[in-house]
C-alpha cells in the first residue's frame, strides 16, 4: 500500500561492472520528487575506507536511509575488516531484523573489487550474473544495456559510462551527470 504523506521519490541509476580484474561503480545524478527534477548533480556513489580497505557503495532509494546504512556497513566492515561477504550479510541481518532499520526504503550495491554484492532491506545479498549489477528506476535499462556491451572490447569504465548514458536516454529519472569509481587492478 502506497504511503501518501509522501510523493513518489525516484530518480537513481546505480550500475557496477566487473571487467578485466576492475569494478567500476556508475552513479547518475539526478534526483526527483514526483514530476520535478529537485537536483541534477546528487553524489549516489560513495568510496569507504574502513581499516584502510578500500570499499566503494552506490545507492538508490532514500538518501537518508541509504547514509544510516552507509555507516552501518562502515562499523560492520570495522568488525570484520577484509569480510565484505559477512559485513554485507551481517547488515542484511540488521537490516531484516531491526525495528528502526526494517522502514528503510534504500538498495545498496557494494565492492572492494573482489567481491560484487546488492544489498536490500527484504534481507537479500546477492552476487550478480555475467559481472553487472544495477538498481534504481533505470538499473533495469543500465543493466540490459551493460550486459549487452560486455560482449564487445570495451573495458569495464567504458561499459558503465556506455551504458548508463543509454539509461539516462530511456529512463526520465535518470541524467548523464555521473559520478563514477574505479576499484580494483
Known amino acids: ?14 550500475l557496477a561492472v566487473r571487467r578485466g580484474g576492475r569494478v567500476v561503480v556508475a552513479g547518475d545524478g539526478q534526483v ?28 538508490a532509494g532514500s538518501t537518508a536511509d541509504a547514509f544510516t546504512l552507509l555507516e552501518r556497513l562502515e562499523k560492520k566492515l570495522e568488525a570484520a575488516p577484509g569480510q565484505l561477504q559477512r559485513a554485507c550479510v551481517d547488515l542484511a541481518k540488521d537490516w531484516r531484523t531491526d525495528k528502526y532499520l526494517r522502514n528503510l526504503e534504500a538498495m545498496l550495491i557494494v565492492t572492494d573489487g573482489q567481491g560484487l ?11 550478480p550474473e555475467h559481472d553487472v549489477a544495477a538498481i534504481g528506476s533505470g538499473g533495469n535499462f543500465a543493466l540490459a544495456a551493460a550486459r549487452g556491451l560486455m560482449d564487445t572490447d570495451l573495458d569495464a569504465e567504458a561499459v558503465a559510462r556506455r551504458a548508463m548514458a543509454i539509461a539516462a536516454d530511456i529512463c526520465v529519472y535518470t541524467n548523464g551527470n555521473l559520478t563514477v569509481e574505479v576499484i580494483g587492478a
Open 32 to 59: 526527483s520528487v514526483g514530476q520535478t527534477v529537485m537536483k541534477g548533480t546528487a553524489r549516489k556513489v560513495r568510496r569507504l575506507n574502513p581499516g584502510g580497505r578500500d570499499v566503494v557503495v552506490g545507492f
Open 117 to 127: 554484492y546488492v544489498v536490500t532491506g527484504a534481507g537479500d545479498v546477492l552476487e
Open 1 to 14: 500500500m502506497a504511503d501518501d504523506r509522501f510523493p513518489g521519490w525516484h530518480g537513481t541509476t546505480i
